[in-house]
């Protein structure tokens, strides 16, 4: 694997944002937000975003730590700041992406810092943050 920074990381999508996994979210999570699994609900509010129920945070920030672990392995994960700007509806198409920003090594492996955002095609970024991810041993840098 030869990376340089501003290399892109290749992309990981959801098809279509599951309401059923919002539900169960929701579950897991003992979260009585009714945003989360009533679509009535989200359309009494004067959001103007119908009835479409809102994917939790914690689902949406999953969805760039797939594309981080499909890249970097699953156990590549050191640290990820996210902000989100704008809800993930269910039925959307959405997609991860990002590019290295550095790469440096830190006591004795190779880290890459990573600008990282969840995209939808009509609503532009959804969730963007920043990841600090290991990378492989078989990786060659590319000054």
């Known amino acids: 694997m030869k990376l340089a920074v501003g290399d892109s990381i290749p992309e990981w999508e959801m ?5 059923e996994r919002m539900r169960t979210m929701a579950a897991i999570l003992r979260d009585p937000n009714p945003l989360h699994w009533d679509r009535d609900a989200v359309d009494a509010l004067p959001l103007g975003l119908g009835k479409r129920t809102i994917n939790q945070g914690p689902l949406g920030l999953s969805y760039i730590i797939n594309m981080l672990q499909a890249w ?40 890459a810092d990573c600008s990282t955002r969840l995209e939808h095609d ?6 963007e943050g920043t990841a600090t991810i290991v990378l492989p041993e078989n990786a060659v840098l590319i000054d």
């Open 15 to 19: 098809a279509s944002v599951s309401p």
């Open 72 to 111: 970097g392995g699953p156990d590549c994960l050191r640290r990820i700041v996210m902000r989100f700007p704008q809800v993930v509806l269910d039925g959307e198409r959405v997609v991860a992406r990002g590019e290295i920003s550095v790469l440096r090594e830190a006591q004795g492996v190779w880290l």
């Open 122 to 127: 009509d609503r532009g970024v959804l969730l």
